[in-house]
């Protein structure tokens, strides 16, 4: 099993800048995958980004340019850093870890909310 903890979030103007960490513990040494999703209101959970273990990065062409994803494996956490964040309202960000069999983990989410 694999528990997930996500932080970071909060209320940003329009430009501004987030950094949102989550925290694995459990059987952390199977995980494969992690990966940022976030979800807004009346809207489906979409993928943001992505950190295979060995693997390129890769982030959703809506947030290229702006959003990075990075790993410390080392303190079991995923970040994602997320600058010129777009005017949208609020939004909640999952994070997501996939291990070596059939596994499949998301946090409680931290609500995002860039207001117009």
């Known amino acids: 099993q694999v528990q997930l903890v996500e932080s970071g979030g909060g209320l940003v103007q329009p430009g501004g800048s987030l950094r949102l960490s989550c925290v694995a513990s459990?059987?952390?040494?199977?995980?494969?995958?992690m990966s940022w999703y976030r979800q807004a209101p009346g809207k489906q959970r979409e993928f943001v980004a992505t950190a295979p273990r060995g693997d390129v990065s890769n982030v959703a062409d809506s947030v290229k340019g702006r959003f990075s994803i990075s790993r410390d494996n080392a303190k079991n956490t995923m970040y994602l850093q997320m600058n010129n964040l777009e005017s949208g309202g609020p939004a909640v960000y999952y994070c997501?870890?996939?291990?070596?069999?059939?596994?499949?983990?998301w946090g409680q989410g931290t609500q995002v909310t860039v207001p117009p």
């Open positions: 997501y870890a996939a291990d070596l069999t059939i596994g499949r983990y």
């Open positions: 459990g059987s952390i040494f199977s995980i494969q995958v």
